[in-house]
């Protein structure tokens, strides 16, 4: 009878696996905070997204994570066709067609030396506009490589903007927009910056949001969509229900929300302890998630999950 009644019922089709790619590994590389989650090789990488496909997971979304001399202040190794991101996006459209939607993170952090997501003034600052002109190059680029959808993750104002003209402009207006639409800058980001061996000093608080705002971030949510957002996420996920169904009350666009690296490994280390009943804990966090309003989820258990709901 629950089950029949259920109001919320999770799907693989709501899943999306952010995956992350590391330049010049012959051996995918164990991220020690996020327990089973790795740094793929190219060819883990081809194989992790036919398996999240075989297992009725609709896309994935790429992290690249280039060598650490490949960094520089400008973050050049995001704009360079041949750079480890964009090569991740060819062989993975390679592998998959049109039958996974192939997403890319559009954010400079993972190729900045200073780690930041832009790049900075003379003062040391993070400069929006400088920085726009960047994600524009790499929006084009991303697209040239393969990408369905580019996802702008850096939080700079005007970015969505900004991305759909410069995709619009080399003929690619089939490419659509993820926007990461509220950000918040929040702690829980702390085994992320492992996986990408991020090299930030100090915090992303001129440029994401106060943990503390909703109003700003219904601002936020305005802007993207006057801008040309397809689609609009919410992140983190569990800390944000209450943002998350805000915005899916006000909005006719799909909404997206990302279970992020510290949700991830909470679940996973408590579990590890005895302290909690892992799988359950998991479905329950996502079912939380969906029944708040997203209609889809990025999380790390993506496959995982598509695979035990295929079962039932
Ligand atoms: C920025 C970016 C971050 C995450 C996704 N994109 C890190 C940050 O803003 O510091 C975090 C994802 C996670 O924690 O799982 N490119």
Request: charged residues 25%; hydrophobic residues 45%.
């Amino acid at each position: 009878m629950r089950r029949m009644v259920a109001e919320t019922r999770l799907h693989p089709a709501d899943f999306i696996l952010p995956a992350f790619v590391r330049e010049g590994v012959s051996e995918p590389v164990p991220i020690a905070a996020m327990p089973g989650v790795v740094q793929h090789t190219r060819d883990s990488l081809r194989k992790a997204a036919v398996e999240a496909l075989e297992a009725g997971v609709s896309g994935i979304m790429l992290f690249g994570v280039p060598d650490d001399a490949g960094k520089d202040a400008q973050g050049t190794a995001g704009t360079d066709p041949d750079g480890i991101l964009q090569v991740a996006l060819r062989d993975v459209r390679s592998e998959v067609g049109d039958d996974l939607i192939v997403m890319s993170d559009l954010c400079l952090d993972e190729f900045t030396d200073h780690g930041h997501c832009g790049v900075l003034d003379a003062e040391g600052r993070v400069d929006n506009d400088a920085t726009l002109e960047r994600y524009a190059e790499m929006a084009q680029v991303q697209a040239d490589a393969g990408a369905h959808v580019v996802g702008p993750s850096g939080m700079m104002d005007g970015q969505i903007g900004v991305v759909r003209d410069a995709l619009d402009q080399i003929g690619r207006e089939d490419v659509s927009i993820l926007a990461y639409t509220v950000k918040y800058s929040s702690a829980f980001y702390g085994p992320f910056r492992e996986a990408v061996g991020s090299s930030l000093q100090g915090d992303r608080k001129t440029y994401q949001q106060d943990p503390a705002n909703v109003r700003e971030a219904m601002r936020e949510l305005a802007l993207d969509l006057e801008e040309g957002a397809d689609m609009v996420m919410v992140k983190p996920a569990g800390p944000y229900l209450d943002v998350l169904a805000r915005v899916a009350d006000a909005v006719d666009v799909p909404v997206a929300a990302y279970q992020i690296s510290g949700e991830y490994s909470m679940i996973e280390a408590a579990a590890e302890k005895g302290w909690i009943d892992r799988d359950k804990a998991i479905l329950e966090a996502l079912t939380g998630i969906k029944r708040a309003g997203a209609q889809n989820i990025l999380t790390y258990w993506a496959t995982e999950v598509a695979r035990t709901l295929g079962r039932q």
